[in-house]
């Protein structure tokens, strides 16, 4: 049971003790089960000098209600009588006492006289003479209080007063003073009755925080021993790693409540990818290396990338490769890497130095291809013929005569006739011959096209195969050719067309706009956005198909500008409680800018509100919106017409904030991207926004001097650029101080 205290805080000190005069209260506590019932206090006093009455000035917390009052018991006298033996009577004090509270505070007045023979005569002490030696102990009043929950002091003081009479007594010197007694009242603490949750982690490293109860509670979070802010009901968890959250809840007149709970965050699970060699019946005298695991899975030959599955084609001799393979999830490894030796052996049964190979081709769904095929021959070659095999779906076109649209490189001679026909086992088989037996150009090189149209559906790789395949000689010598396939890789999107409508048009502006402020456009491929293939969407990818759409064609973008000395500023902020303040962000800048994308953190306490752009950007459109986090604002600025932003300097955004809480942390704007007008991308340094500081401790970029800035991973690893997700950015600046930023892509 939890209790309320009222103690003597001085026993012993001057402020309840003056010579021999003390004034006290009896210890006593008030249980939670009488809360609001009235306890009774005695005020009990030990004079050694004659009094004949006495004040008592008694000043209550406001924790404790004053009930009433009433006149002490328990009185007696020690003295000497007229044979000089000792005695004890019983003194009492009269039942005249008044009650006054002064100005409406919690100060009541009593006032009581002493009658120590009973007469009721209260000037007289009747046959008591006093002598030196003699006291008076006696329980002066008594006061009802009501318990509440806060604590606070109790203060008694005393006006003792007397007067001579007719047996000699007289007043003690001194006797107007004062007499003081402080007595603390602790506060009465009740449990909370609800409870405290902690959620499960989630992948984004976030942790549900709150209280299930019907009082008004404020919550605190400590990660291993600090605090951490709680945003929007989450704590985040900084890093990987083993955690012991601990959470309290807290209101005024309760026993604080704690709730710990242990969590490990650690990175995905990952396997060791496998590297996996064959052949495939489809594709002859080819060996098939592909590589399988988490993530996106990169695959190397002899060190250089190529696709997966990779296809080598035998030749004419043995040949052994080093395939390695890692996985990585945008852009970040996350597994280790797999090694393995592939050897491919030399065909045999063909004549090695005469035989047709393909060129793998990409595509999107719903193109139309030209496959072309290529010849090597170490020998004259005047005839061919072979069958090629479409993936299904796929369909050979053919011209308005009906005929299959093949044509023949300029390695043909003049009377060189090519045609085709389908076969009975649904091949197209292929036919070229000279009536005059002249000889094909050159010893290598593409020999004849066919073309083709993609299926609407059409996604990944696709095999092509030639088969049946001969050549015939100037000597008319008939060579068997081995087997050949390429690949036809069917990419499923129109690199711009991020809504998947089969045309670039400014609704794809719109919409990589909508998905880049975390509004879920639907459609949106995500692989036709990343206009510059670094992985990630960004306002650059929104211009580059600006650009597009203005120019109804695709250039491949530059690449970024190296980090230059343009930034962002703005002026620190003072904000209480209630309050609405304007942020002002300026533009400083030497390039010439169409675009800018940034993300602002606000600390607990702030919300922001009212985005907007000065005259700087007259002819552009401005975009805000909460990201999935809860807690990042990203803002675009672009124009459609790929305007420049006008001017230098001076401010180029603003926006209000509004405190609903006491702040005193900053707020911080990341993620900052520009985009020059022409088309490239420079990314400028973080800003922070000083609140209800002292003194600002904002420095720009330009002013300190940059000397590298240095990406990694949650886990520590080392970038080469931002990947998706959670990067650290650190940066070095010309004086040898180093910023570490956390930004979440």
């Not at 401005?622 to 420049?644: E, H, K, M, N």
Request: hydrophobic share 40%; glycine share 8%; proline share 4%.
């Amino acid at each position: 049971m939890k209790r309320i205290f009222l103690t003597l805080a001085a026993l012993c000190s001057m402020n309840c003790l003056m010579a021999s005069e003390y004034l006290y209260i009896n210890n006593f506590e008030i249980s939670r089960d009488k809360l609001g019932s009235s306890i009774t206090v005695p005020v009990r006093a030990h004079f050694d000098y004659l009094v004949s009455g006495f004040q008592i000035d008694l000043t209550l917390p406001n924790g404790l209600t004053f009930t009433g009052a009433s006149m002490g018991s328990d009185s007696y006298i020690s003295y000497l009588d007229e044979a000089g033996i000792s005695q004890t009577a019983n003194a009492g004090i009269s039942s005249n006492i008044s009650m006054q509270r002064i100005l409406g505070f919690s100060t009541f007045t009593t006032i009581g006289y002493w009658d120590p023979n009973g007469s009721g005569n209260y000037e007289s002490y009747g046959t008591i003479k006093w002598e030196p030696g003699d006291y008076a102990e006696m329980c002066l009043l008594t006061f009802d209080v009501a318990a509440g929950f806060t604590g606070g002091e109790i203060i008694v003081k005393t006006i003792p007063n007397c007067s001579s009479d007719a047996r000699g007594n007289t007043c003690h010197p001194g006797q107007e003073n004062y007499r003081y007694c402080q007595v603390t009242v602790e506060p009465m603490i009740q449990d909370l009755t609800g409870t405290i949750f902690i959620g499960d982690l989630t992948e984004m490293g976030l942790i549900e925080i709150k209280y299930d109860g019907p009082e008004d509670v404020d919550l605190s979070a400590f990660l291993n021993g600090s605090q951490v802010l709680i945003s929007n009901g989450y704590v985040r968890l900084p890093a990987y790693g083993d955690y012991e959250i601990i959470v309290q809840a807290h209101a005024d007149g309760y026993q604080d409540l704690f709730y710990a709970k242990y969590v490990s965050w650690a990175l995905p699970e990952t396997e060791k990818p496998t590297i996996t060699v064959y052949q495939d019946s489809s594709m002859p005298n080819q060996y098939i290396v592909q590589a399988t695991g988490l993530g996106t899975v990169i695959l190397y030959i002899d060190g250089v990338e190529v696709s997966n599955p990779f296809v080598i084609e035998q030749g004419n001799e043995d040949v052994t490769y080093i395939a390695t393979a890692t996985a990585q999830e945008s852009g970040c490894l996350i597994s280790e890497t797999a090694t393995c030796e592939v050897f491919v052996p030399k065909l045999t049964g063909y004549d090695p130095d005469n035989y047709f190979t393909v060129a793998d081709v990409t595509a999107f769904h719903r193109d139309t291809v030209v496959l072309a095929v290529s010849m090597t021959n170490a020998t004259a070659i005047t005839a061919f013929q072979t069958d090629i095999y479409l993936p299904s779906g796929f369909v050979a076109l053919k011209d308005g005569y009906g005929d299959y649209m093949v044509e023949l490189s300029s390695r043909k001679s003049r009377d060189h006739v090519i045609m085709a026909s389908d076969a009975s086992d649904g091949a197209i088989t292929v036919i070229c011959y000279s009536t005059g037996l002249k000889t094909f150009k050159g010893n290598e090189g593409e020999l004849f096209y066919i073309t083709v149209k993609v299926p609407a559906d059409a996604s990944g790789d696709y095999p092509l195969l030639l088969k049946n395949s001969f050549m015939t000689t100037n000597e008319y010598e008939e060579l068997d050719v081995r087997e050949t396939s390429g690949t036809i890789h069917v990419l499923a999107f129109i690199t711009g067309d991020v809504n998947d409508s089969g045309t670039i048009t400014v609704t794809d502006v719109v919409t990589i706009a909508r998905y880049i402020l975390d509004q879920h456009p639907t459609p949106f491929v995500i692989e036709a956005a990343d206009i510059n293939g670094d992985g990630i969407i960004t306002v650059t990818d929104l211009v580059l198909i600006a650009r597009m759409v203005m120019t109804a064609g695709y250039n491949a973008p530059l690449h970024s500008l190296p980090l230059t000395h343009d930034s962002l500023s703005a002026g620190s902020l003072s904000i209480e409680a209630g309050q609405t303040r304007t942020v002002s962000i300026e533009l400083n800048n030497a390039s010439r800018y169409t675009a800018m994308q940034l993300d602002l953190h606000l600390p607990g306490g702030l919300t922001a509100s009212n985005f907007r752009l000065t005259g700087r950007a007259g002819k552009h459109q401005l975009d805000a919106s909460i990201l999935d986090d809860g807690t990042t604002t990203r803002v675009l600025c672009y124009s459609p017409a790929l305007a420049a932003i006008d001017g230098t300097e001076d401010a180029l955004l603003t926006f209000d904030v509004t405190a609903t809480a006491p702040v005193e942390d900053n707020i911080v704007v990341d993620g900052i991207e520009m985009v020059t007008t022409g088309y490239q991308t420079a990314r400028l340094e973080p800003l922070a926004i000083g609140v209800n500081a002292t003194t600002s401790t904002i420095e720009t970029a330009a002013a300190r001097g940059i000397s590298r800035i240095d990406y990694y991973n949650v886990a520590g690893q080392h970038l080469s650029q931002p990947c998706q997700g959670v990067n650290i950015v650190v940066t070095t600046y010309s004086d040898g101080s180093r910023s570490t930023v956390k930004v979440n892509r």
